[in-house]
């Protein structure tokens, strides 16, 4: 297979809103819950060969042990301080990774939890992955420290101090998400507390951050966390260069928050993407991919250089966050595989692909009671990413990063990366395609006739 690399200037050009990806690469990779040691490995046996540009990881700080239900994955949304052990590795596996694949130019972006710290309900004691102690009742987080003065309990006016109307912007900002004790942003010493756990990661080597729900944190208070941070090591990227802010920012249109507000302190996170994108695969409410002519802006999604796009989270692939069950996941591999296809041919937002674990799902009234479960492990300990004979994962984890159409859907995008989008055609329903300028074309096919048009669409990956 020969590709022709176009370098070109695109829109992510400044500050906080460039990715810091090597020239070539365009797209990054969710390696959801995977332990430091099988990353490092991943950036340097198959990452950084298949030109992925990054790497998102799973929050690195002290979080909670929950062990009812059993070590699930939303314990590390749980901090408990911003020391560097979690179920992922220690502080020393963690720059180990960051340095290996940083040495092969895949870059590490990290889950930054600064919203709040653990749970309310959580007992007082030292059930933590670093051993720290905390007393949530207290708001007692001394490994930070963090002590009651830090926290918004005064400042919410809801009778129970959770968010009870997402309506009212600040309850959303003000008061706890999900009972998470919510931190007080607005004080310098919290952000300067935040700010230097960032320039930690920063100075260790890696080139950004997804910031966990700034839905819920004000833009202003962000804006002072994010003027504190350091510039990007130079040991690995060109001096001056800024880390890449994404912002988690769950915006629909229903309510009075919205992404916008987020533009100056970088890329937000666009979930009517996926949800959109589900919609028309599945031929929902009667639309077809012929629709998809103006994808992008034209379909009320923010400007292009501000989205960071994807079609499925670690959220909504469980029915959490935003999507509904429109959402594609790996559990619905062809149509799955079609929607990760076309996001990666289409010039529209910053990429990310996203890599699972499989769990036991089972529905009871139409929810999965096992939404909960953690990542694949022996006695809570997270299982090594095993490589099959085939090049796929064993231990119940997807890779879908390594599916053959995804990883050749990859290098498509960064071949035609700053070409313009043309020569579209559509057969009036679900049969489209369009060229990426004299560089690319491909073509889709979410109609019945699949032989021909599979034939058609293999020889595009392949020989364009």
């Not at 992925?52 to 059993?70: A, D, H, M, R």
């Not at 653990?118 to 001394?142: E, I, K, M």
């Not at 629709?291 to 923010?302: C, D, H, R, S, T």
């Not at 996203?354 to 909960?372: A, C, I, L, T, Y």
Request: net charge neutral.
């Amino acid at each position: 297979m020969k590709f022709f690399l176009l370098l070109s200037v695109i829109g992510f050009c400044w500050a906080q809103y460039a990715p810091n990806t090597k020239p070539g690469r365009t797209s990054i990779v969710h390696l959801f819950e995977w332990r430091w040691a099988d990353i490092a490995l991943e950036c340097e046996r198959y990452l950084a060969p298949k030109g992925f540009g990054g790497v998102q990881i799973s929050p690195p700080n002290e979080n909670v042990v929950i062990n009812s239900p059993l070590r699930p994955w939303w314990e590390r949304y749980q901090p408990v301080s911003y020391k560097l052990c979690t179920r992922s590795g220690n502080e020393n596996e963690f720059k180990d990774m960051v340095t290996r694949c940083n040495n092969v130019g895949v870059h590490i972006y990290v889950d930054a939890v600064i919203n709040h710290m653990s749970g309310n309900g959580v007992g007082a004691g030292t059930s933590s992955t670093c051993g720290s102690y905390f007393n949530p009742g207290n708001r007692d987080f001394p490994a930070v420290p963090f002590s009651h003065w830090d926290f918004n309990d005064g400042k919410c006016r809801t009778g129970s101090g959770d968010i009870e109307n997402y309506n009212d912007p600040y309850q959303v900002r003000d008061c706890r998400l999900v009972g998470l004790l919510d931190l007080a942003l607005e004080k310098d010493y919290v952000r300067s507390k935040i700010a230097e756990y960032l320039n930690r990661l920063i100075d260790i080597g890696v080139a950004g951050f997804r910031i966990d729900a700034s839905k819920h944190m004000w833009p202003g208070d962000m804006k002072a966390i994010l003027d504190k941070l350091h510039n990007l090591s130079t040991n690995w990227f060109p001096e001056g260069s800024k880390p890449f802010i994404y912002q988690e920012v769950i915006d629909l249109g229903g309510e009075p928050m919205k992404s916008s507000e987020y533009f100056g302190n970088g890329c937000v996170t666009e979930f009517k993407y996926g949800a959109k994108l589900g919609t028309v695969l599945r031929k929902w409410d009667g639309e077809k991919m012929a629709y998809l002519k103006n994808w992008g802006e034209g379909w009320g999604f923010m400007r292009s250089d501000r989205a960071l796009v994807f079609v499925d989270n670690h959220d909504n692939q469980r029915g959490h966050g935003a999507g509904g069950a429109s959402i594609l996941t790996f559990w619905d591999s062809r149509l799955y595989k079609m929607a990760v296809g076309f996001m990666l041919a289409h010039p529209y937002g910053f990429t990310r692909v996203m890599s699972s674990f499989r769990w036991p799902r089972h529905f009871e009234n139409g929810k999965d009671v096992n939404d909960w479960i953690g990542p694949p492990n022996n006695n809570g300990v997270i299982k090594e990413v095993t490589i099959n004979p085939d090049t796929t994962c064993g231990n119940d984890w997807v890779c879908e990063h390594r599916w053959r159409q995804i990883r050749n859907m990859v290098m498509f995008r960064n071949v035609v990366d700053g070409q313009p989008f043309t020569n579209w055609w559509d057969n009036g329903s679900n049969q489209v395609a369009f060229g990426r300028g004299n560089r690319g074309f491909i073509v889709f096919n979410n109609d019945d006739c699949l032989q021909v048009i599979w034939g058609i669409l293999s020889f595009v990956l392949w020989f364009t």
